[in-house]
């Protein structure tokens, strides 16, 4: 797989090798953090971050690992106070616009088929940060690099997923990735928020609703929160809230070497008297995140 000039729009993209490439890089980028030390590889290239969608860590984390390789950083946190959406540009259009001045751009948009308008508007490689509820590729290329760091593998792995499969798209990219190895799935959510068939799709998963009972199997727990935003209703989304909670007494039923993954932000999921289990990796799952994108973005625009 090649990244150079490429877009990164989907999980689905990627091969094998790409991921153990991008992971092996992540690893040097691991490294050249910890020296403390940025380096130089993309001086003189700029990222403009377009957000049509609230975020915190993830503009932060591209934000931080184009700067830690010497590039430089156009952002914008909240597009929809911007002219483009007020004067109801084109996403065509602002993506051509904004890719005159910089080298890539890092998008987030509350559409799902957004991004494939962006790309084919913009003259610069588009890397998609958060898509609707459909994808969210650089999330799931952490959380997998995350996994390999702990596990150092992911054939015969029980990988659980939990919470709001329907809506996540981070799980969605998840199991868009995990498809290239021999892993087993145990899903965990209410009816109503399923896995939806086009990521389970080939996957060898089964479903189970008790979370004390299902999370005894899992090597890898990956939580999502209710994706409260996708609900019509405050009403709607309230009926989902509190009903799987992993605290200390669950975490008991876990394996020792299990490994709790989360993208954050959380809600009521994972209590905090949780963090201090070793098992639990969300907030090492932050750091590996910029080494991740750091890697990420070297091999498309180096
Ligand atoms: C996730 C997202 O935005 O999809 N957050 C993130 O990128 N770290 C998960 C979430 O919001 O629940």
């Known amino acids: 797989m090649d990244f150079k000039g490429q877009n990164i729009l ?30 130089d590889v993309l001086r003189g290239k700029y ?5 049509f969608e609230a975020s915190t860590r993830t503009r932060f984390s591209f ?6 390789l010497g590039g430089k ?38 559409e799902s088929g957004s991004m494939a308008e962006f790309a084919e508007g913009s003259d610069v490689p588009v890397i998609n940060a958060g898509e609707g509820p459909s994808e969210h590729p650089t999330q799931g290329l952490l959380d997998l690099y995350t996994i390999w760091k702990e596990k150092g593998k992911f054939d015969g792995l029980t990988i659980g997923m939990v919470g709001d499969l329907k809506n996540s798209r981070v799980q969605h990219s998840q199991c868009e990735l995990l498809k290239h190895f021999d892993c087993r799935f145990i899903f965990v959510s209410p009816k109503q928020l399923v896995m939806p068939e086009k990521y389970s799709e080939g996957l060898d998963f089964r479903v189970e609703s008790d979370y004390a009972k299902a999370i005894k199997d899992m090597d890898v727990v990956s939580i999502s929160r209710i994706q409260s935003e996708r609900f019509d209703n405050e009403e709607e989304y309230k009926k989902f809230v509190g009903l ?11 394996k020792k070497d299990a490994i709790v993954l989360q993208p954050l932000p959380r809600v009521d ?11 639990a990796k969300y907030f090492e799952q932050v750091r590996n995140g910029v080494a991740v994108r750091m890697a990420l973005l070297k091999l498309v625009l180096a």
Do not use: W
């Open 269 to 279: 999921e994972i209590a905090r008297e949780v963090d201090k289990d070793p098992r």
């Open 244 to 254: 799987y909670v992993l605290d200390e007494k669950m975490m008991k039923h876990a």
């Open 10 to 39: 989907t999980a689905e993209q990627f091969d094998k090798e790409g991921l153990f490439k991008l992971f092996e890089e992540a690893r040097e980028m691991e490294k050249a953090l910890k020296r403390g030390r940025d380096l």
């Open 73 to 110: 950083v156009v952002s914008n946190a909240d597009m929809r106070g911007t002219s483009s959406l007020r004067k109801f540009e084109s996403l065509y259009d602002t993506a051509k616009v904004v890719s005159q001045m910089v080298d890539v751009l890092v998008i987030r948009h509350y």
């Open 63 to 68: 934000e931080t690992a184009m700067m830690r």
């Open 47 to 51: 990222m403009a971050t377009l957000f």
